[in-house]
């Protein structure tokens, strides 16, 4: 305890640069995996080409993607930019298939009743077929939260800062402290976002707030189950 | 582009294909480093997850645990444990069994409950016995998605040990490691096409095999198509089934 009182400055900024460094990717990844999911849903055919090259971009691993990128886009090795792309593009592979699943929930007989009461097809989709999907895309996006967050660690060892700083830190100097403090950090960062997003799902969607745990949407049991697919 | 020219020139170069850091020698090291770890966790984690989807019993306490192991950052584990226990494999060893096992617990047990209640009275109900039923009955139905958690936790293996090298060990991630302080930027490069090409084979030889054990007329293996809802839903919130990302 003393160390993270004597250390508090350090230990703030990197938190805080932890935390900087996992919102763009969660944010974006929901943002484009919507449009992507919605195509893929749309077409048998799409959906499967879809889902496979989403599954293949989750099967590369972290550390050698964040070395890939530089050279791919031409930006410099050193430049946070590359832990962004990287961890978005995971975040998009993960969410797509999540959001295709839970368009694909979403009952035909519903969307065809707002279509019968005169709804057009933008209306439908932010109006029906969105609202209904909700608690099956909170879902996804609280897994790909908590895995942003901790995989923004990783990034430390090229040099982009972030709690995971202190793993190598205290690696270097064999101090266990140090590496406690950077897993603890990153777990109760992981956390306090979950919490955040289940608050928000709530505001969003009043009508999850009754359902218990035992009328969980099948839906979302499937969509969480469908990555080990 | 230049650099690449440059990785493909260190890669097809006799230097680096001779020597105990030569590519075949890292190679070998990273799959046998991976497989070790393999069996150690399926040894471990396909009881656990068969005597759950089974009986379903002891959920409540396996499925919270390895719910937050999911939080735990993977580089933070492993340096725990090499500052615990001192250099060498064993520290690394144990810190990725520990991460590799939520994937196959999940993946057994998940498999086990996919399997329709109806078909397990079936067999019930013509005389097979609690084992008959499980290994005759639940464990071939329930096999691509069984291999389904052994594929995630091989994925999440191999990323692992590339990210583990940082410690004094051998492995394809030694490339990296090597290569950033100096900033040999034609290695560095090199070093990531071996990683990822490594990982997409063994992720594509994991796609074969589910399909080859998928039973003809079980789609348990497939994409599930949430539209025609045939199954009982599973009785709790498995949100961490899906692997972990390292």
């Given at each position: 305890m003393n160390w993270v009182v004597t250390n508090w400055s350090q230990v703030s900024e990197y938190g805080l640069a932890h935390i900087w460094l996992s919102i763009p990717p969660i944010v974006l990844g929901f943002l484009i995996s919507v449009p992507i999911g919605w195509v893929a849903n749309r077409y048998r055919l799409s959906r499967g080409v879809v889902l496979t090259i989403a599954g293949i971009l989750y099967a590369i691993p972290s550390l050698p993607l964040f070395t890939l990128l530089p050279s791919l886009i031409g930006t410099r090795i050193l430049d946070p930019i590359n832990v962004e792309i990287a961890l978005t593009l995971y975040a998009v592979a993960l969410m797509v298939r999540t959001t295709a699943d839970a368009l694909a929930a979403v009952s035909d007989d519903v969307k065809l009743s707002a279509s019968a009461i005169g709804f057009g097809l933008w209306r439908r989709f932010f109006g029906v077929e969105l609202p209904l999907a909700g608690p099956v895309l909170l879902a996804g996006l609280r897994v790909v939260s908590v895995s942003t967050v901790s995989l923004v660690t990783v990034g430390s060892v090229i040099g982009i800062n972030s709690l995971g700083f202190f793993f190598l830190d205290g690696y270097q100097r064999a101090f266990p402290t140090e590496v406690w403090v950077g897993i603890i950090g990153t777990v109760l960062i992981a956390l306090a976002f979950d919490v955040l997003l289940v608050l928000l799902g709530r505001w969003l969607m009043p009508w999850t707030r009754r359902q218990g745990g035992a009328t969980r949407n099948l839906a979302v049991v499937q969509s969480e189950t469908a990555v080990l697919r | 582009m230049n650099s690449y020219s440059d990785a493909f020139a260190w890669l097809v170069d006799p230097v680096h294909w001779?020597?105990?850091?030569g590519i075949p020698q890292r190679l070998l090291e990273h799959l046998g480093y991976t497989g070790l770890t393999l069996v150690i966790a399926i040894v471990i984690a396909l009881p656990v997850g068969l005597y759950i989807g089974h009986t379903g019993r002891g959920r409540e306490i396996v499925v919270p645990f390895t719910g937050a192991l999911?939080?735990?950052?993977t580089l933070g584990l492993v340096i725990l444990l090499a500052l615990g226990l001192g250099i060498g494999i064993l520290p690394p060893l144990i810190a990725l069994v520990i991460l590799a096992l939520p994937p196959i617990i999940a993946g057994a047990y998940s498999g086990l409950e996919s399997v329709d209640r109806e078909v397990v009275d079936a067999a019930r109900s013509v005389g097979f016995t609690g084992s008959g039923v499980l290994w005759q009955v639940e464990v071939p139905l329930a096999l691509p998605l069984i291999v389904g958690g052994i594929r995630s936790a091989c994925l999440q293996v191999i990323a692992t040990w590339t990210v583990a090298a940082f410690l004094p060990l051998g492995g394809l991630g030694r490339f990296l490691y090597d290569a950033l302080p100096n900033q040999d930027y034609a290695q560095l490069l090199a070093g990531s096409i071996l990683v990822i090409v490594l990982a997409l084979l063994a992720d594509g030889l994991f796609a074969i095999v589910q399909r080859l054990v998928?039973?003809?007329?079980?789609?348990?293996?497939?994409?599930?198509?949430?539209?025609?809802?045939t199954q009982s839903p599973p009785r709790k919130d498995p949100s961490w089934l899906a692997p972990e990302k390292a």
């Open positions: - | 001779a020597g105990p850091s999911r939080a735990l950052p998928t039973p003809r007329g079980v789609t348990a293996g497939r994409t599930a198509d949430i539209r025609t809802k």
